[in-house]
């Protein structure tokens, strides 16, 4: 991996700080004072719903806008004052594929090379070996405009790393794409990460933030909501629920006692559930103050909450739904437990 | 990947993106070759053919310069190709700037003189054609080209001048509605401008309120400059005038559309 470093330690691959933008056509500003950093090697997702400042932030990040005020740099160089020097160490795919419908997938891509600077035959060259990387090689010279969906976007996310670029760029990558090329870009995302690139994407997609990126920023209405990992931001602002079936003859009563700092409640077809403020790792202390109160547990169920369940609770707005994101979690609870298990 | 071979050198320069983006668009041109390179030859050559047999008797009425009405409308012609040939190099910038073409453009650092110049040259390079295909129609009619080789170099200059003056004001109304169709809406704009200067007649035959227009019409001068190369006698300040209005157009035009491009493409 290339490390950018200065006497005061590694440069961040992004550093964003108090970034506002306000178009002239609007009274309300699309981004509000927006602060982040984004480590080098990391896959950074910037998640929320339409018309939140994810697109604006890509564009101010790439270059393409002017911020209004605040400041943003890639790898150390300021978007505004080395626009030119940024252009050269990042890659792009913006929302929209933006291909010309009457060039083919090797003129896009020998075009790109020349224009970033490669001799014509080096440029022919990477225009081949991205085209099959991107298994685009047997429609190379077909016209953009007969490509599916899923080819133009993998033709233009091909564009953006015709540079070989130390950050990319990927502003709603996998919107329109079936499953499997979802799955693919995917893939491909987290290989390029393993050779050191930085990834930053944008995405309303709850299942593309929790799975592919190593840590998510919320953005509702132009301000960041929270920013960790996946996992630390569930912890953090979401609740985890502990689903328990236990026997005795005051079941509820027996709860409270062993649990008196938690919510209790009783749910449907003999099932108590517990919410259990810490998240995953406070689970199994919980189950273990149960056991210790001689609360005769008999199944039990954990339900993890989701980035949705943080979403909501920290918007008090439910994002647009995205592809499934699998099974849900299970904890190792109640493996490690022995005891019978219920979702 | 590996990170081993980045790009070989710093962008390419203006120069070299302009070629290379005007390759591009004389390419994307053979896909869609009729309104690329058909349409510019078709209308002028029509125009012409129609014009010299329908009114031929006209070259009768007394004070008329020339016996043959081809000979006369000839350099007008040519230069009409300058304008009925520009305006899809600006409707196709609109699209690509629609299609966010243009941004992947930006971010290949791409500057804005490489992309404006390449799209000029392409309607240049379409007109060209078009004056030369249009000169020996005329040829053929009947027309000599009084100041032989030079006038005909001289006149494809100034026609390669007028084209990229002329195709500007496409420019400036694409970029300033931010619309691709907004283009089609000056094209009859030429119909005006032909019988507002001395295309169809000497200055003589006209009347008083056409000839005050025309010493206003920049395609006056660019008609005046072209007969005094192909139907005599040559006059080298008519031709210095029409390259001065030329080049003065091109200037405003193209200045106007540098800053209507930054607000397109929201660099403003």
């Known amino acids: 991996m290339v490390t950018s470093e200065t006497a005061a330690g590694p440069v961040p691959a992004i550093e ?67 626009a030119e020097r940024v252009r050269r160490v990042i890659g792009t795919a913006l929302q929209d594929a933006a291909l010309d419908d009457l060039m083919t997938g090797h003129e896009h891509l020998v075009l790109a090379g020349r224009l970033a600077g490669l001799r014509r035959r080096r440029a022919a060259g990477r225009a081949q070996e991205v085209l099959e990387a991107f298994g685009l090689a047997a429609a190379a010279d077909r016209i953009a405009g007969q490509y599916s969906g899923g080819m133009r976007r993998r033709l233009d996310v091909a564009m953006a790393l015709v540079r070989r670029p130390r950050v990319l760029f990927l502003d709603e990558p996998t919107t329109g794409l079936d499953p499997q090329s979802r799955r693919a870009l995917w893939a491909l995302i987290r290989s390029l990460c393993d050779e050191g690139s930085t990834v930053f994407l944008t995405t309303q997609y709850l299942a593309e933030a929790d799975e592919l990126s190593n840590r998510v920023a919320i953005v509702h209405e132009g301000v960041i909501a929270a920013v960790g990992q996946p996992r630390e931001l569930k912890d953090r602002w979401a609740t985890t629920t502990l689903r328990v079936q236990v026997g005795g003859s005051e079941p509820g009563e027996m709860l409270r006692r062993g649990l008196a700092d938690h919510p209790v409640s009783a749910g449907a077809e003999g099932w108590w559930v517990i919410g259990v403020p810490g998240g995953e790792p406070a689970i199994a202390a919980a189950v273990a103050r149960l056991h210790a109160a001689g609360v005769a547990v008999e199944r039990i169920a954990v339900d993890t909450p989701t980035l949705e369940d943080v979403f909501v609770g920290l918007t008090g707005t439910e994002i647009e739904s995205g592809p499934a994101s699998g099974d849900g979690a299970v904890t190792a609870v109640r493996k490690a437990m022995g005891l019978g298990t219920s979702r | 990947m590996t990170r081993a071979a980045r790009a070989d050198r710093a962008s390419a320069g203006v120069l070299g993106q302009v070629g290379m983006l005007l390759v591009r668009n004389l390419r994307e041109g053979t896909r869609n070759p009729v309104l690329a390179y058909g349409i510019p030859v078709v ?5 012409l053919i129609l014009v010299a047999k329908t009114l031929a008797r006209v070259t ?67 007109v060209l054609p078009a004056g030369i295909i249009t000169l020996a129609v005329g040829a053929v009619l009947g027309t000599r080209v009084n100041e032989g080789a030079r006038g005909i170099l001289v006149l494809l200059a100034l026609l390669a001048l007028w084209a990229a003056a002329y195709g500007g004001l496409y420019f400036m109304v694409a970029l300033g509605t931010r619309n691709a169709q907004a283009p089609i809406a000056l094209a009859p704009l030429f119909l005006p401008l032909q019988f507002l200067s001395t295309q169809f007649a000497p200055e003589v035959l006209l009347p008083g309120w056409v000839k005050g227009a025309s010493a206003w019409n920049p395609f006056t001068y660019m008609v005046d400059a072209a007969r005094s190369l192909v139907t005599g006698p040559y006059s080298a300040e008519l031709v210095a005038k029409a390259f001065a209005v030329g080049l003065v157009m091109l200037l405003v035009t193209q200045l106007s559309c540098r800053y209507l491009y930054s607000r397109a493409v929201g660099e403003r």
Do not use: C
């Open chain 2, 60 to 126: 009768d009425l007394p004070g008329f310069p020339t016996d043959n009405y081809a000979e006369w409308m000839t350099p007008p012609i040519v230069m009409l190709t300058g304008m009925t040939g520009v305006g899809y190099a600006a409707t196709s910038l609109m699209i690509d700037i629609g299609s966010g073409f243009v941004d992947r453009l930006r971010l290949l650092d791409v500057k804005p003189a490489s992309l404006l110049v390449s799209r000029v040259l392409f309607d240049v390079l379409r």
């Open chain 1, 16 to 82: 964003v700080r108090d970034l506002t933008k306000r178009y002239r056509s609007s009274e309300v500003d699309a981004l509000r004072g927006v602060s982040f950093t984004v480590d080098e090697g990391e896959i950074f997702a910037l998640l929320g719903r339409n018309g939140a400042g994810k697109s604006t932030a890509v564009r101010i990040l790439t270059t393409l806008l002017a911020p209004t005020a605040g400041s943003a740099a890639v790898v150390g160089m300021d978007v505004v004052q080395q």
């Open chain 2, 43 to 47: 209308i002028p050559i029509a125009v």
